[in-house]
T-cell receptor, first 115, second 115 residues
Framework: GDSVTQMEGPVTLSEEAFLTINCTYT??????LFWYVQYPGEGLQLLLK?????DKGSNKGFEATYRKETTSFHLEKGSVQVSDSAVYFC??????????????FGKGTTLSVSS | GAGVSQSPRYKVAKRGQDVALRCDPI?????LFWYQQALGQGPEFLTY????????KSGLPSDRFFAERPEGSVSTLKIQRTQQEDSAVYLC?????????????FGPGTRLTVL
């Protein structure tokens, strides 16, 4: 079945450092790919998405490119801030799944940024 | 506008008790999803509604779990004879349409602890 694998954390960085969180996926169809973020004490919220190969999603300085050839959707940010400290989830939605458009999540990566 | 709301936010149950968890989706959203998130894990799909129809319940872990959305708006997830392994955060999400690339909006979750 479909699955998402993302790098395990925690990831600890200093402010202004470069961030990469790796995400790879397995899917039977042509999935849409997402990054969700969960800030401390808050609910999950969409950070960015890409719906087809070579699309780049971007938001708040974060970027991720849908790479079909490597089945990857790595999250990057050039200069992290303390306020980026959160748990990041990579997810896919595959319309060919029995579960309709349900999201399949990775296990999450905790990012901690210090000043 | 109002987002997805869930109640109660926290629930403590004794093993064997029945619980009911409520989800109020964003008004007009057709699709509604329930997910279960164990500690340190990503959310896992439980069940999916399109309006009042439960189109997929393949993620429900046992027949003790039951979900309904009788008028195509508010949804209730019921767990009968709770067990310790049911302890988790239960997330509800809604989306406007049916497409796999539609954003899902998540509620804050209900944290269930079974003693």
């Amino acid at each position: 079945g479909d699955s998402v694998t993302q790098m395990e954390g925690p990831v600890t960085l200093s402010e202004e450092a470069f961030l990469t969180i790796n995400c790879t996926y397995t899917a039977t169809g042509y999935p849409s790919l997402f990054w969700y973020v969960q800030y401390p004490g808050e609910g999950l919220q969409l950070l960015l998405k890409a719906t087809k190969a070579d699309d780049k999603g971007s938001n708040k300085g974060f970027e991720a490119t849908y790479r079909k050839e490597t089945t990857s959707f790595h999250l990057e940010k050039g200069s992290v801030q303390v306020s980026d400290s959160a748990v990041y989830f990579c997810a896919l939605s595959d319309a060919s799944n029995q579960a309709g458009t349900a999201l399949i999540f990775g296990k999450g990566t905790t990012l901690s940024v210090s000043s | 506008g109002a987002g997805v709301s869930q109640s109660p936010r926290y629930k403590v149950a004794k093993r064997g008790q029945d619980v009911a968890l409520r989800c109020d989706p964003i008004s007009g959203h057709v699709s509604l999803f329930w997910y279960q998130q164990a500690l340190g894990q990503g959310p896992e799909f439980l069940t999916y509604f399109q309006n009042e129809a439960q189109l997929d319940k393949s993620g429900l872990p046992s027949d003790r779990f039951f979900a309904e959305r009788p008028e195509g708006s508010v949804s209730t997830l019921k767990i009968q004879r709770t067990q310790q392994e049911d302890s988790a955060v239960y997330l509800c999400a809604s989306s406007r349409g049916l497409a796999a690339n539609n954003e899902q909006f998540f509620g804050p979750g209900t944290r269930l602890t079974v003693l």
